[in-house]
């Protein structure tokens, strides 16, 4: 009798999901960071500090919209 692998198959691919999404967690994080130390650091150029949070939040909103996307398809 040969025994089934895909219990084990799903929870690596399962694993290898969530350290992604923790990694876009972190740099969409970072980046959002960044616009505040951005801001506080260089009071004259608030363009630095705009462009750190938009990236920040495209970051984030990446996971939401994905997710919604799938879910309106099935």
């Known amino acids: 009798m ?17 350290v992604i999404r923790v990694t876009w967690l972190f ?14 650091l260089q009071r ?4 630095v500090a705009d462009l750190s949070a938009a990236a920040g939040a495209v970051i984030l909103s990446i996971p939401i919209f994905w997710s919604a996307i799938k879910d309106v398809l099935r």
């Open 2 to 18: 040969q025994a089934c692998c895909h219990g084990d198959h799903a929870g690596e691919e399962g694993r290898r999901n969530q």
């Open 27 to 40: 740099a969409g994080t970072a980046f959002i960071l960044n616009a505040y130390l951005a801001d506080f």
């Open 44 to 47: 004259g150029n608030p363009l």
